[in-house]
Structures are given as C-alpha cells and as structure tokens.
C-alpha cells in the first residue's frame, strides 16, 4: 500500500509527519529521516488496529498527482 505522508519542518528543527488519509496518524522525529521511520511504523500500526477491529483499511484511490515545472 502506499500513502501520502506530509512533512512539516518545526521551528526547533525536527519535523512533524501526518498520513491525510489516516485520521489521527501523526509521529515526529528529529530529522527527516527519523521521522519518516517513525510514520512509516505509525502506518503500519494503524493499518493492523483496523484489521483487528474489522475496520476497512484507508486507501488513497482516486489520488492523482501533477508535476510542474515553475519558471
């Protein structure tokens, strides 16, 4: 499966890591990397608690993205 993560640098330097899709899938780090790591087990988490529950899994079908090149 995959999910958009969104990435927010904080002021003190660490960064904040979110799955839109996932409601309440949040998880830091003090690097990008950590914090990539950090959502990556979030999801992981996330995705079995809903299987435990009988809850479908989110997904993200639909989800087109666009490049553009700015001038």
Do not use: H, W
């Not at 959502?39 to 435990?52: G, K, P, S």
């Amino acid at each position: 499966m995959r999910y958009t993560v969104v990435l927010e640098q904080e002021e003190d330097g660490g960064y904040v890591a979110s799955v839109p899709a996932m409601p309440g899938c949040v998880s830091q780090g003090d690097t990008r990397a950590e914090a990539l790591s950090n959502i990556r087990e979030a999801i992981e988490l996330y995705v079995e608690d809903c299987r435990d529950a009988g809850d479908p899994v989110p997904t993200e079908a639909g989800k087109e993205f666009v490049e553009v090149e700015a001038a």
